[in-house]
């Protein structure tokens, strides 16, 4: 297996925080091991994003179109998952809280961010969106563990797509992966 999330030259600054994601981003994908990795390309790039370098680890599986995007600036890593153009949800982490786990001793906010992608890649995700004709208006995202456990839930509106009252709405729903099921 050719080394994860390549793409970065050796000669690339990065802060304590973004090498530490990406080293343990690495370890990861390399414990995670497994033939599943064939449908699965990562990639790293460094980004100029609201005035600051932000390293950003991509997963992504072509076959479903699905994106997992891990954006690491300074003292906060979002993670964003997305099926191509249909829909988009992300998750905070930063050094004193997360949307997920919450504190948990012994864990660092970096490594936090690392357990949740690596559970978007062994779970699945349950999203449900509604639409007034093509523009999105709310999505509910949430993810399921490998065993079964819901991880995170939650809702994200899109209050302007909402004004256009006079069109239907319509509500979609499905399940995604981004690794086949073992």
């Known amino acids: 297996m050719p080394e994860a999330f390549a793409g970065l030259s050796p000669q690339t600054q990065l802060s304590g925080d973004q090498r530490a994601f990406l080293d343990e981003s690495r370890r990861m994908v390399v ?7 064939r449908q699965v390309h990562t990639s790293s790039r460094l980004e100029r994003i609201r005035w600051s370098d932000q390293l950003i680890l991509a997963l992504s599986n072509s076959v479903d179109d699905i994106t997992v995007e891990a954006s690491v600036g300074s003292e906060e890593i979002i993670v ?16 004193s809280w997360n949307d997920v786990y919450g504190t948990i001793p012994g864990r660092s906010w970096i490594s936090l ?3 949740f992608v690596a559970d978007l890649l062994l779970g699945e995700v349950r999203v449900r969106t509604t639409c007034r004709g093509d523009d999105l208006v709310k999505i509910d995202a949430e993810v399921i563990s490998d065993e079964g456990e819901v991880i995170a839930s939650g809702t ?16 979609e729903e499905a399940t995604v992966r981004l690794l086949p099921k073992a």
């Open 113 to 115: 961010a690392v357990d």
């Open 156 to 171: 994200a509106g899109f209050p302007i797509a909402g004004l256009k009252f006079w069109l239907e709405r319509r509500h």
């Open 31 to 37: 414990d995670l091991g497994g033939t599943a990795w």
């Open 80 to 95: 964003d998952m997305s099926q191509a153009d249909r829909w988009s949800y992300h998750w905070h982490f930063a050094p």
